[in-house]
Structure formats: structure tokens, C-alpha cells
């Protein structure tokens, strides 16, 4: 026994040796040509990810923190079948936290050929202890060939389909072919074999799922029964697919495509700690060569003490800082909000201006949203000096810039991405409300009378205490 635990020990030693050395190369620069699509619209980025699964030959590599099993992850899964039983390699690395691939649609799939794991599966009780690492890093990729990186998880509310939660995020994402592809697929590789990543089985005695979701029986045979239901296609399946590509076809041919000559992909490696972080640093040292401007569009924007100092250096600079993030009604979850009201304030003292969303229909997402859904951003998106362009999973938050594994394109000396990036950051300005020195709102009502019903107690009392703990946030 003694013998065996020393050959793990070993064998772990040595991969972290070996993975150290396979990622020491990120950030990866390119300055040969690739053809990069700016998606800004779910309905674009759910068709985007249908067709390249379509057009896979050998293998589609999926890292999200979220793949749910609803209707956009029914559209995909059925896709992934379809290239698995042709042959093609499938691997879907996510999260086991929070609304995860369920582990008996794992197996079912499994049964086609396509493998799931789970990235830190067994850390739920060491979730404190850890502080919560997780893997938030978004890379879609196909063939080696093509791939999507960005904000967006997979879900029905960040792929405009009306859901459970009546949520809908915008964000944004670059659709990339070229050869930084492959640079891109060495890093899932190196997520994929480490020890963190584990396929899990289904458990004999699951607990019951939630109401919303059509796999969540207590019942292990009836969970799996359900989880067999969920990948054939029925009537109202089809009449929603066919809804989503009317849509997604004609969002998808009107999103703008440029050429990049020199760009950068950055992710961070497979551990929690200060070596294996590489975004933040590549961020930090990227912003504080802004001259001119600084535009972000951040779905929180909770500031440390690193992100502070830069922030200062640009406005020493007479640098123009603009920050379209989230109001109480726009963000998932209102106590992030709270958090940052404060900070946000404290920034507008100084001189940079900043916008929050009012929850209304965002022009560019999907106008036939059922009454009472609100809008809001998941973008994790800056624009410096008109120029250079960051799209990725980095938020400006203590959890993105200290906790999680994170990962991001940036785009260099590309005007007009970083104009189109703008405009439409802009026009999502043109449906938010303007923050004062005072932490209210220029053009809005007071902004504790946002706060949505039901919402109240949990923003003030839990708000609170999140504020008080937020270090570990």
C-alpha cells in the first residue's frame, strides 16, 4: 500500500513537471494570418457551434464551466452524437458545481463514444479550504482547426432562448481559424490529462435534481431513463431548432469577419497558484499601455488592489476609462452588485465613467423574449486606444484575477474589430443607466428601487456579509 501511494506521488510529481513545461510557452503570439468572426449574439453562437460540429471530420474539444442540459445543450449533444457515431473524437471537459452535465447523461453518452470530465469533481468539501478554484476557461474547437474563445457558457440564457430563469445575457466571442488553433488545443490536452479533470459515474443514490431540469429523478433507473428521453428529438424540439437556425443563420451572416495578423491567446494552467496564473498578468501588463482610451464591458466589475493600480496609472495618464457592466435587475445574482455599487462609486469620483444595464431588452439580442425576462451582460471584453481588443473568460473580479482558471484572445493593431467591438458596446450603453460620484444614477430612478422584488433581503443582509468576506469572492 505504502509502495503504491509513493508510485502516485510520483506519477502526480511528474505530471506537474511535465505540464509546467508544456505550457511555459502561454501567453502563445502569432503573427501569421487568421480569419476571426465577431459574435455578439446568442442566437449566432449557438448556430456557430451546430455548424462547426457539423463540419468536424476528427475530433471537437469542449471546455465550458457550464454545458446545462436544456434546450441549446440538447441542440448541441444531439449534434455531438451524430459526428461521435461517424467517428469523430469528442471530449466535453466542464464543471460539476453549479447546474453540470448531469453524470448519467455522461454515461449515456459515453455509450456513442463521446467522453465527459469533470473538472475537480471531488473538491465539494474542500470548496472553502481551496477557496473555490475552479476551471472557468470557454474554448470550443474543432478539428484543431477552428474554435470559438469568449465569455459565453453554454446555456439557453447566454444563446437567447427563453428559460427557467427568465434571463438573458449578451457577451461576446471570436470564432478563430488559424494556427494558433492548435496552441489552443494543447492547453484543453493538458486540462484534459491532469489529475483535476475525472470522469465521474453515475451515482447509485443521486439526489433529486432541480424542478426546471427533465433529468432529475432520485431514482438511479429513472434518472436514467431520463436521461435517454433527453437525447431523442421530439416535435417541439424540432419546431425550436428550426426557430433557433432562422434566427442564428441570419444573426451568423451578418456578424462582421476580419483579419488578424498579430494576436495573442493567454490561459491560465491547470492548478491554483501563483505560476500557473498567466491571465492576470497578461491583462494588467496589456491595460496600463493604454495612451488614449480604455472601454470595457464586464459582467462584474469588483476591483483589487492589482487592478486599482493599473486603473490609476491610465488615469495619471488622462486616460479615458468608460465600464458598461450590470445593475441589480441586470445581474444573475444581485449580491455581486451590492459588492461592487460601492466600489463602482469610488471609480466615478476619480473620473471614470460608468454605465450599468437597466435589465430591458438589449438591441442585438432576442426582441421576442417572453414578458418579464431581463437582460444583462456576461461580457468580459476591453478595447484599448481603438485598437486592441481582449474577448475572453478573465472578469474583473477577485475570483477571475486570484481564484479560477481563466483564459482570453487578444487582438492587436485590428482598428476595426476594436470599432465594431465599440459600437456595439455603445449600443448596449444606450439602454443602461449612468452612474454619479454619489453612487446613483444621472438618468434613472434612485438605485435602491431597482433592486427586484423578492431580491431585497438576500442584496442587504447577504450583500452584507459578502461585502464583509469578499476576499474570498
Not at 459574435?39 to 457539423?54: D, H, K, P, V, Y
Not at 441542440?75 to 448531469?102: E, H, M, S, T
Not at 425550436?240 to 476580419?258: D, Y
Amino acid at each position: 500500500m505504502k509502495k503504491s501511494k509513493f508510485a502516485l506521488a510520483v506519477i502526480g510529481l511528474l505530471w506537474l513537471t511535465m505540464a509546467s513545461t508544456a505550457l511555459a510557452m502561454t501567453p502563445v503570439h502569432s503573427n501569421q494570418s487568421h480569419e476571426l468572426l465577431l459574435i455578439t449574439n446568442g442566437s449566432a453562437a449557438l448556430q456557430a457551434r451546430l455548424e462547426m460540429i457539423e463540419r468536424a471530420q476528427t475530433s471537437v474539444a469542449i471546455e465550458s464551466y457550464l454545458l446545462v442540459a436544456d434546450s441549446s445543450g440538447k441542440f448541441l449533444l444531439q449534434a455531438l452524437q451524430k459526428r461521435a457515431k461517424a467517428g469523430v473524437k469528442v471530449r466535453i471537459l466542464c464543471d460539476l458545481l453549479d447546474q453540470a452535465l448531469d453524470p448519467f447523461l455522461a454515461t449515456v453518452l459515453a455509450e456513442d463514444g463521446i467522453e465527459v470530465k469533470y473538472y475537480r469533481p471531488s473538491s465539494m468539501a474542500k470548496l472553502w479550504v481551496s477557496k473555490g478554484h475552479r476551471n472557468h476557461r470557454k474554448t470550443f474547437i474543432v478539428d484543431g482547426r477552428e474554435m470559438i474563445v469568449g465569455g459565453r457558457n453554454s446555456a439557453d440564457r447566454y444563446m437567447d432562448i427563453p428559460n427557467h430563469r427568465n434571463f438573458l445575457f449578451v457577451d461576446y466571442e471570436l470564432a478563430v481559424k488559424g494556427p494558433i488553433v492548435e496552441d489552443v488545443l494543447a492547453s484543453f490536452n493538458e486540462y484534459w490529462s491532469s489529475p483535476l479533470s475525472e470522469k465521474v459515474a453515475a451515482s447509485r443514490h443521486p439526489s433529486k435534481g432541480p424542478s426546471w431540469s427533465s433529468i432529475n429523478s432520485s431514482n438511479p433507473s429513472e434518472r436514467e431513463w431520463q436521461a435517454r428521453q433527453f437525447l431523442v428529438e421530439s416535435p417541439e424540439d424540432q419546431a425550436l431548432r428550426l426557430q433557433v437556425a432562422t434566427l442564428g443563420i441570419k444573426a451568423l451572416e451578418a456578424s462582421p469577419t476580419f483579419e488578424s495578423k498579430s494576436l495573442w491567446w493567454v490561459g491560465d494552467e491547470p492548478m491554483n497558484s501563483d505560476s500557473s496564473r498567466k491571465v492576470q498578468g497578461f491583462v494588467l501588463d496589456h491595460i496600463i499601455q493604454a495612451q488614449h482610451s480604455f472601454s470595457a464591458e464586464e459582467w462584474a466589475f469588483i476591483t483589487t488592489p492589482e487592478m486599482e493600480q493599473a486603473l490609476d496609472q491610465l488615469l495619471t495618464k488622462k486616460v479615458r476609462i468608460e465600464i458598461l457592466t450590470n445593475s441589480y435587475p441586470s445581474a444573475s445574482d444581485p449580491i455581486l452588485t451590492h459588492i461592487a455599487h460601492p466600489i463602482e462609486a469610488r471609480w466615478v469620483q476619480k473620473g471614470v465613467r460608468i454605465l450599468e444595464l437597466q435589465a430591458i431588452p438589449v438591441p442585438g439580442s432576442n426582441m421576442s423574449a417572453p414578458p418579464g425576462t431581463r437582460f444583462g451582460t456576461h461580457a468580459k471584453t476591453f478595447v484599448i486606444d481603438g485598437k486592441d481588443t481582449f474577448i475572453g473568460s478573465y472578469n474583473f473580479d477577485p475570483r477571475s484575477q486570484n481564484i479560477n482558471s481563466e483564459d482570453g484572445l487578444y487582438i492587436e493593431n485590428l482598428p476595426e474589430l476594436a470599432k465594431a467591438v465599440e459600437q456595439t458596446m455603445k449600443t448596449r450603453m444606450s439602454v443602461a443607466w449612468e452612474m454619479n460620484a454619489k453612487g446613483e444614477y444621472v438618468n434613472g430612478p434612485p438605485v435602491d428601487q431597482t433592486i427586484p422584488k423578492g431580491e431585497r433581503f438576500k442584496t442587504h443582509v447577504l450583500g452584507g456579509l459578502a461585502e464583509y468576506l469578499r476576499g474570498l469572492f
